[in-house]
């Protein structure tokens, strides 16, 4: 099962939902629900078409996550700079493709459910439009990434060619990149070959014209979906004491494994053939959700998987440089999937409850 948890942006406010993976209780409750909002938008932004050409639909798996405690200053400061990161290296690409096209499934019937005609693939590839903006701005599938969070592997269905936002429309989150991995090289050469780069994403100012121009070609609405499954925290404590003696030093960390939906970011977007065409003005310095598109909805709330799906590895520590008998902490744990058939059905019920929600508020 998985749980929604209510923030008002910062602080829980509570569990609001569970949902049971089996046929029978999927048969006899109510379909799931969490909150989901219109990112500076409303439906009105939409134009009176009913068509949708979804051209981007991408699970972003986050394959890291740390947390770092800076040293302090003065005479009688901790010295010590201590980091903790928690890794998932192991996870099946068959599966993450699997959850990809779940997704992309979903969004095509939970639209279909909602009053749209879905514009057939073919029709969209033919575009003049779409054609230009693939071969400039799309990558290879399972590209390595890095956002505000950590390290991140960007999955699309098999039939979609992946490709991300023009930067300006972004946000921190993806345009401040952490990387524990190695993963975060997006300024230049990237992780993967013919991979994501956020060089690429951001001197590609023409993506938003080419959308609108695609929308106006097909008159259609053009979707994207982008989906951010998380992994869990990691933090971080140190403290030094010094005497006439010596110095010395203790630190911890503690890190808790748990999959789940990032809300803001996970989001649809909709760029209406009606819109202007210009790139949408969102804050590169705060943690805003992005918008990509003339309407964007997103998921308000965090989303919350189980924890006994993992098994993690604290055992790694270590300390760096030693100053005066203190040293840098270095913390290094790793997660593996207990159970990949029960973490991929909790994803899929995941997203499938995140899309429902988004897509009912541009129900037409």
Known sequence: MYMTAGLSRRTSIGTLAFL??????????????????FTDSTLAGLAPTKRVAITSVIVSFQASVGAKKEAGSGMFADKTESTSTLGLTDIDAAMQDAIAAEAYRHLKADLIAAGYEIVPEAEVAADASYRELISKAGFVNHSKSANLMG?????SPPTLTPYMPYTMEGSRFQNLPSSYLGWGAGWGKPATPGGYSLMNAATFWKLPGLESQMAKTLNAN???AFF??????????????SNAYRTSGEGSTTVVAQSGLLPDQT?????????TGKWQKVSPNKPLPAKDG???VHLAEPMLGSKDLFAV???????????HGVGDFKFTSTATIKDGPAYQREIDAMIAT??????ALVRR
């Open 20 to 37: 049971f993976l089996s046929t029978t209780a999927i048969a006899q409750t109510p379909a799931p629900t969490v909150r989901a909002e």
């Open 151 to 155: 390290d991140a592997m960007l999955v």
């Open 222 to 224: 053009v979707v994207k």
């Open 228 to 241: 951010v499954v998380t992994l869990g925290q990691a933090t971080v404590e140190s403290s030094a004491s």
């Open 267 to 275: 989001r649809i977007s909709f760029r209406s053939p009606t819109g």
């Open 294 to 296: 003339d309407v964007v």
């Open 313 to 323: 590895d604290t055992s790694g520590k270590q300390r760096g440089m030693w100053l």
């Open 354 to 359: 995140a899309t429902t929600s988004m897509v």
